[in-house]
């Protein structure tokens, strides 16, 4: 029921994020759509100069929330999505090298995995995000902005993929069938990609789910901090971080829309990623 | 017996006395960016050192000059070349040398050498020398009825701490480059530096041996400044106890501190006018009819409705209303007109519009990001597309100075209360020792002239006829889009007793607690 329920959620939120240009009724990432005179419009109240009235109320731009908060969503779960995407290949691609040649290869790869763990994904994902940010030229800083955020992200959140994938080889490749395949004489490339890959695909999956969650939520957090996507263009976090500025005021909308909305988005993906963890677990089956 | 008695005797007076200790935690925006004295002409870093330098002149709360280390100045009667100061005798600094002449010559001369930010104050000054130990003269080009004007944020170091720690000349900021006194002071100030962290925390404990003990209340024993950038934060420091005054309170949230009880507020007109800077020589906007389109297709009005709250006063000039040279008529902002300035627009060529990149800074002045935010939206409107690139003060600054900007942000505070300061720095042409913060490539040899005149005009209603042909040129030139002048907010617990200064520059000598 829940997992219905959360699928159902997410579904709606992927939708309304794809179909943001016919459903939104405003286009906030155009600026020369903008009235500032329309900021602060609390929701379903008139705007006390243009008599417009907004689903969510407006920013302190006179960007309508409800229309920001749908184009917000297509950055906050592309960045997920090609975060996770890096991460998931990084990580699968290593975990299978450690697990399968083993020997100096594996103890190189769990070690840099192991260094990684000790610091905070966020922490990494910042430290990678300065350094891209820096070695890029000023005038490619902003179109770049969210490849360099898509990369930071990925870089930050491979270590478990490559952990799990480690694992799953390690018990993989005493198994019978690699065996004879080793002995029938497939080049080790062959027996990684087309032998153990799809059978240990599942755990992958999950951990997929929930490092989208993670991402997503990575994304929110480093625009709330100011480092992520620019302001003329928020996503979810930067969103919340403007609305923070507005709360002891009274502005609540500001803060709260977008907020609900990632809390809905990050609660579903990991109640979906459970689901999918016990469907996937033939333990329990 | 006797012994052990008196020991712990001792420290529980020592303990009582620390108790009564009076600590103020003073919060704002943005931290200075460095604590040599000349490196920088920021009112944040001003504010600090002004904690532990004392200059020789110095505005009270009111803006009123009052003596500091001069205890009294005059030009010569026989000649209105010099100035005659004579210095407040007495005076140590924190490393206990003795402040007399010397010193002063040797931070006269330090402000004008390379890579201090103090030279277009100082630009009239031929030569400084002592006369004895407590008297200095400072001979000008021409006689220059407005220098004192010019001293009051140009402070004293010490020239044997200067010598021992190889800080003869400023760190230029713009370059990267520090040296000794970028963390460490010694001033003559009622302060003394305890600790510095850059943007965490700086701590500073009274002056025993301050020499105006006795002429301000100096009930502050301790400081401790906190930059706190995000402004929520900030204000929630000041609302639950965590800091005593801030001094840049968010618009949005006056209401709730002058409700809070427990709480006050403060305001007056500050001396500051926030603007957009253009390239005048490269690009699109070196175009005259694309600055004036920009400069109509910014609507002042909603930007003070919305972004500001009212708490702002727009203008059509880069001057406050508190500097000689300002009139009503300069004041007047062009009526918001998107018509004429599409029509300007395609006049100029760029009916398609262009891209542009705004720089601005997001921890310095009132709402600044928000209001690069909002001229982003109006840009658009006339078909310029506006890239913006906010950054913290420390990246901004450089960035804007050093002309890499086509189009920025600028706040300009007037200390001299006179146009030629924002001439000198602003309008002339960018040279070694003056237009220092004018990367806008504008450069008329005509109006330069006259700037360099206005040091040495004693007939003052000639002085201001000057002023204001150069505010002609300047208008017409149309070089910088004025916006508004901001509007001072200091929140502070109720206990507390201090002015606002027009300057936003607190002297915590001056607070008192009731």
Not at chain 1, 207 to 231: D, K
Request: overall charge negative.
């Amino acid at each position: 029921m829940l997992a219905v329920g959360s699928f159902f959620v997410f579904t709606t939120i992927i939708l309304l994020a794809i179909f943001a240009n016919y459903l939104a009724p405003h286009t906030p990432f155009d600026p020369s759509t903008l009235n500032l005179m329309n900021g602060f419009t609390p929701p379903m109240e008139p705007n006390e100069f243009t008599g417009q009235v907004f689903l969510m109320g407006t920013d302190d731009q006179g960007r309508d929330l409800f229309s920001t908060i749908l184009y917000g969503l297509r950055i906050s779960l592309f960045v997920g999505l090609m975060a996770v995407l890096l991460a998931m290949v990084l990580g699968v691609i290593l975990g299978l090298i450690s697990g399968f040649s083993g020997g100096w290869l594996d103890i190189i790869i769990m070690r840099l995995a192991d260094i990684q763990m000790t610091f905070p994904s966020i922490l990494v994902a910042m430290l990678v995000y300065g350094v891209a940010r820096g070695m890029l030229p000023p005038e490619l800083r902003y179109e770049m902005s969210i490849t360099v955020l898509i990369i930071s992200i990925g870089l930050s959140e491979w270590v478990p993929f490559a952990r799990t994938v480690r694992g799953s080889t390690l018990v993989e490749k005493e198994k019978d069938y690699i065996t004879s395949a080793r002995m029938l004489g497939l080049k080790r490339f062959s027996i990684m990609t087309r032998h153990i890959l799809p059978n240990i695909l599942s755990p992958v999956l999950v951990i997929a789910t929930i490092t989208f969650a993670l991402a997503i939520i990575a994304e929110a957090t480093l625009s709330f901090l100011g480092v992520g996507v620019p302001t003329t263009k928020p996503s979810l976090g930067t969103l919340i971080r403007i609305g923070q500025d507005f709360l002891f005021s009274g502005e609540w909308w500001i803060l709260l829309f977008p907020a609900l909305t990632l809390l809905a988005l990050a609660l579903s993906i990991n109640l979906f990623g459970d689901w999918l963890r016990d469907m996937l677990n033939p333990k329990i089956h | 017996m006797f012994k052990k008695l008196v020991i712990p005797a001792l420290m529980i007076s020592f303990t009582i006395s620390s108790a009564t200790a009076e600590t103020v935690r003073w919060a704002r925006a943005g931290d200075g960016i460095t604590m040599d004295p000349h490196a920088q002409n920021e009112g944040p870093t001003h504010a600090l050192n002004h904690q532990i330098y004392d200059s020789l002149l110095q505005r009270d709360m009111s803006g009123a000059i009052i003596p500091s280390l001069a205890t009294a100045w005059s030009a010569l009667p026989d000649n209105p070349k010099i100035w005659r100061f004579n210095l407040r005798k007495g005076v140590k600094f924190h490393n206990g040398a003795t402040f007399d002449s010397e010193d002063v010559v040797f931070s006269l001369n330090r402000a004008m050498a390379d890579g201090s930010e103090m030279k277009e104050l100082l630009s009239s000054i031929k030569e400084v020398r002592a006369v004895d130990s407590h008297v200095v003269d400072i001979e000008t080009n021409g006689a220059n009825p407005l220098l004192i004007n010019n001293l009051t944020n140009m402070f004293m170091m010490d020239k044997g701490w200067s010598e021992v720690n190889d800080v003869m000349t400023p760190h230029d900021v713009a370059k990267g480059e520090t040296n000794f006194a970028t963390m460490n002071t010694n001033g003559t100030g009622a302060f003394m530096l305890v600790s510095r962290s850059v943007d965490e925390k700086t701590v500073l404990k009274a002056n025993p041996d301050y020499w105006g003990k006795n002429l301000y209340p100096n009930q502050v024993t301790e400081i401790i400044y906190t930059p706190i950038q995000s402004s929520a934060t900030r204000v929630a420091a000041l609302l639950s106890g965590e800091v005593d005054i801030i001094q840049d309170v968010p618009v949005q949230d006056l209401g709730r501190v002058s409700s809070t009880d427990g709480l006050k507020l403060a305001t007056a007109a500050q001396n500051r006018v926030i603007f957009l800077g253009l390239n005048t020589v490269e690009g699109p906007t070196a175009e005259l009819k694309v600055r004036q389109a920009m400069n109509i297709a910014i609507n002042r009005e909603s930007i003070k409705k919305v972004v500001m709250r009212g708490q702002s006063d727009p203008t059509g000039v880069i001057m406050p209303p508190f500097v000689n040279g300002w009139t009503e008529k300069l004041n007047e902002y062009p009526a918001y007109n998107l018509d004429k300035a599409k029509a300007l627009m395609s006049e100029a060529g760029y009916s398609n519009g262009f891209d542009i990149v705004l720089n601005c800074p997001n921890d310095r002045y009132i709402n600044d990001e928000a209001i690069c935010q909002a001229a982003v939206g109006m840009m658009a409107q006339i078909g310029i597309n506006v890239t913006l690139d906010a950054k913290p003060k420390a990246q901004h600054f450089p960035i804007a100075k050093g002309g890499e900007a086509d189009f920025y942000m600028l706040g300009w505070g007037v200390p001299t209360f006179d146009s030629h300061y924002i001439f000198n720095y602003l309008v002339h042409t960018q040279t070694d020792d003056r237009g220092s913060w004018n990367p806008t490539g504008y450069s008329n040899a005509e109006v330069d002239t006259m700037i360099v005149s206005l040091e040495s005009e004693t007939d003052l209603s000639k002085r201001n006829d000057t002023i204001s042909k150069i505010w002609a040129n300047v208008q017409d030139a149309q070089m910088y889009l004025p916006i508004h002048n901001q509007v001072l907010n200091w929140g502070m617990r109720s206990g507390i007793e201090f002015d606002v200064q027009p300057e936003d520059q607190p002297h915590f000598q001056f607070l008192k607690f009731n």
